[in-house]
Structure formats: C-alpha cells, structure tokens
C-alpha cells in the first residue's frame, strides 16, 4: 500500500425522510442562497421540501445551473450571492448543481480579477463560502468530496478542480428524491460511478487487498443493484443502496494506497466539452477501449476483476482480462449506456477539436503517463468503429 493521509469532514445524512434534519443543518445567521438547475427539483416535490425546511429563514434563489455547468452562469451567481450578503450555499440537485454551487462558493470568496484562474489552478482557493447539499442525481459523489468540473465557452474548455475548502459541510441523501430520475440519467449515474471504481482500482497493481476488495465490492453491488433496479426502477432499497455506492466511489476512500489513473475522465472530458455528450456516456465510450489499449499494463487486475465481479471463470489471465473488458460492455449495454462512439456526433472535425484539446496532455496520461496524444487517437478511433 503506498502512503496516504485521509481527510474528509462531510456529515453524510442518509434514509428516506433525512430531509427534516435540513433545517437544523443550515446554520442559523445569514442569507442562504439555494442553487438549483433547470427546474427538476419544482416538478418533483424536492424544492416544496426545502421552503418547508427553511421557512423563517431569508433565502435567496438561484436557479438555472446547466449540466456541465456554465462559468457564466455561475459568475451571475457570484454577484447575486455578494449584493445580497449570502452566507451559506445550498445546493439542491446533481453533480452539475454541486459543482456550480463549489465554484460558486470559492469565487464570492475570491478577490482577484479572474475566478476562472481557480480553476486552471493558477489562483489558490483560498476561503470559500460554507456549502451544504441536498443530492437528487446519485453518480458523481461530488456531494462527499472536494472536487468540481466546471465548463465555459470562447475558448471551450472542461477542467476539474479540488479543494479541502469545498467539502460540503453536510449532504443529505434522500433515496425518494431520485424516484423521479428518468432512466438516463439513473444509468449515467451508476456508469459514472462505475467508472470511478475503475480508475481507481484497474491501475497499475500495488499491494492493498483491502483497497482492491472495497472498490470490488462496490462494482459488484453496483451490477446486481444497477440490474434490479433496471426491472424494478421504484424500488427504494435499490435505489438506496445505488447512492451509498456512487458516494462511496469517489469520497476518496478507495482511492487511498493505491496507484490512480484518470485518463478516461481527461478524455470524456474533451468529448463533452467539445459534442455534448452526457458525462458518464462520454466515459463508458471510450473505457473499453482504452482499456484494450492498455492491456498489458492492466491485465492482471482486469482478470481479478472479471473472475470477482462478474463470475469470469477462465483459469488463464489473459482470457479472464479479456472477458472481464466484455462484461463491462454487456453490462453498460444493459443499462443502455455506450459502448462506442456515434460517429455522426463524434464527426472527423469534432474529432480533431478534442484531438487540440487533448495535447494539453502532450506528457501523457494514466497510471504509467503513456497515453499520449497519439494514443488517445487511437483509442477513439477503434471506439469510433
Ligand atoms: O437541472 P435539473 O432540472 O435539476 O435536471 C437534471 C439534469 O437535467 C436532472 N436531474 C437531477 N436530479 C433529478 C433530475 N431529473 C429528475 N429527477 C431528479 N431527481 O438530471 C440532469 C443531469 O444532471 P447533472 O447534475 O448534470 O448530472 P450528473 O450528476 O451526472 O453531473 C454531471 C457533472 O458532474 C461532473 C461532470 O463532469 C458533469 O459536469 N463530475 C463531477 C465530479 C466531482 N465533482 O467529483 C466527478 C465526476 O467524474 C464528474 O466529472
Ligand atoms: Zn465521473
């Protein structure tokens, strides 16, 4: 196990119902401003919940957060947030409307000219406006962690940025809340989820059994869940059990002691930044494919993974690695999830935009920092077909 501190201070709240602790989670001083996205929560009961939460309280709305949420956007946010004095954000949505609300809350603390240099990691957060979450879209586990991926246009970028000051102070995960997600968005969020455990566990392998058996049991609750639930897409228990999996994928728990990879989000980003694609469609495209393309250096934990997840039995390494990269994509096929690219969205000119924006990674990606541009375009064109 390679040496590691871990720190994470968000309170999680979990059950049906968890939502009646809101209000005496929200500190008692001060404007809260209550960022949301384009309207889910009003059509689903979620925001009614939250008025009763927070009657008494002095809270300012700010709804219209976009998926993949827009540096506009929340720069309008930003100024809303100072004139009206907010002390405290609360977010109440998906990864989009947490990551919104994380940039949100360093920027109204931030005093240089350009809170986009947040971002690049060229300003430092510094402070940040306290957060607190309300999850409706279990997949990104952005409720439990320090992270957020923010996008702007002129020029187009998708960047990922992290801070110990944008933990959530707390996250409320209340299963009825995703009662409402139409099927897409429950898939994309076990997909992404899915993902998560992969780039954190089918890396270069180091001794850490522990690690490896808990991001194993996560992918193994993650497929039975995600295939029951897909029968049985009101079930509560299910649903429950999908939300603790998707927090617990990227809290950086599993991710501690061992070696991480990475690269399949770097390139899903590029792809969503420059076609569109949702998040965890972009990812389950190009993760068979960039795992073929890694083969040698994965195989060992790929056929530990098809023999303990999926049930692979053959006893030679090779065949299991390579029957585990199958499963993985008769699972995402069973979720309707991609397994390839859509060459009519991927389009040879969109190709050679994300192509640009990937050799800003000219040093290489991935565990071993071997997936150069080149080889980025070779994984995309054998997803492409
Ligand atoms: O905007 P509203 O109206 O709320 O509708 C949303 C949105 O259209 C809808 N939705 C959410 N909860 C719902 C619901 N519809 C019905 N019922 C509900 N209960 O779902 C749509 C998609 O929402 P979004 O938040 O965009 O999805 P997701 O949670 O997948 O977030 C994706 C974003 O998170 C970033 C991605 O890059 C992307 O920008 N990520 C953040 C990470 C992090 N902070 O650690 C890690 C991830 O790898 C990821 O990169
Ligand atoms: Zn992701």
């Known amino acids: 196990m390679l040496d590691f501190t871990y720190y994470n201070p968000v309170r999680l709240v979990y059950g049906p119902g968890s939502i009646e602790k809101l209000g005496r989670l929200v500190p008692d001083e001060g404007p809260v401003m209550l ?23 002095e809270v300012v709305p700010f709804p219209g957060v976009e998926p993949n949420p827009q540096l506009d956007t929340l720069l309008r946010a930003v100024r809303l947030a100072r004139e009206a004095g907010v002390r405290f954000l609360l977010a109440a949505g998906g990864g989009s409307v947490i990551d919104g609300t994380k940039f949100i809350a360093a920027a109204a603390a931030f005093s240089g000219d350009d809170p986009w240099q947040l971002v690049t990691g060229r300003e430092k957060v510094r402070a940040a406006l306290p957060i607190g979450v309300v999850l409706t879209l279990p997949g990104t586990a952005s409720e439990m962690n320090d992270g957020a991926v923010i996008s702007r246009k002129n020029p187009t970028d998708k960047q990922p940025f992290k801070s110990e000051r944008l933990f959530p102070r707390f996250a409320i995960l209340d299963p009825t809340f995703t009662l409402s997600l139409p099927w897409r968005y429950t898939a994309n969020g076990i997909g992404d989820a899915f993902v998560h455990v992969l780039e954190q566990t089918c890396t270069r392998d180091v001794f850490s059994p522990l690690q490896h058996r808990l991001a194993e049991g996560i992918l193994s609750t993650l497929v039975e869940c995600g295939r029951a639930l897909r029968e049985r897409p009101d079930d509560l228990d299910l649903r429950g059990e999908l939300m603790w999996c998707s927090t617990l994928a990227l809290n950086r728990l599993i991710g501690c002691g061992v070696v991480q990879d990475w690269s399949t989000h770097l390139i899903g980003h590029a792809l969503t930044a420059e076609a569109g694609l949702d998040h965890a469609r972009s990812l389950t495209a190009v993760l068979p494919w960039l795992l073929r393309e890694r083969f040698e250096a994965k195989r060992g934990r790929l056929a530990t993974l098809g023999r303990r997840v999926f049930g692979v039995t053959a006893a030679d390494e090779e065949t299991a690695a390579r029957a585990a990269i199958e499963a993985m994509e008769a699972f995402f096929t069973e979720l309707e999830l991609p397994v390839r690219l859509d060459p009519s969205v991927v389009t040879p000119a969109v190709l050679v935009r994300v192509l640009g924006q990937m050799s800003a990674y000219s040093k290489g990606l991935g565990e071993d920092g071997d997936i150069t541009p080149d080889v980025v375009e070779r994984i995309l064109r054998a997803s492409l077909g």
């Open 35 to 57: 960022v949301s996205g384009g309207g889910s929560i009003e059509r689903n009961g979620v925001a009614d919940a939250l008025r009763t939460q927070l009657q008494g309280r």
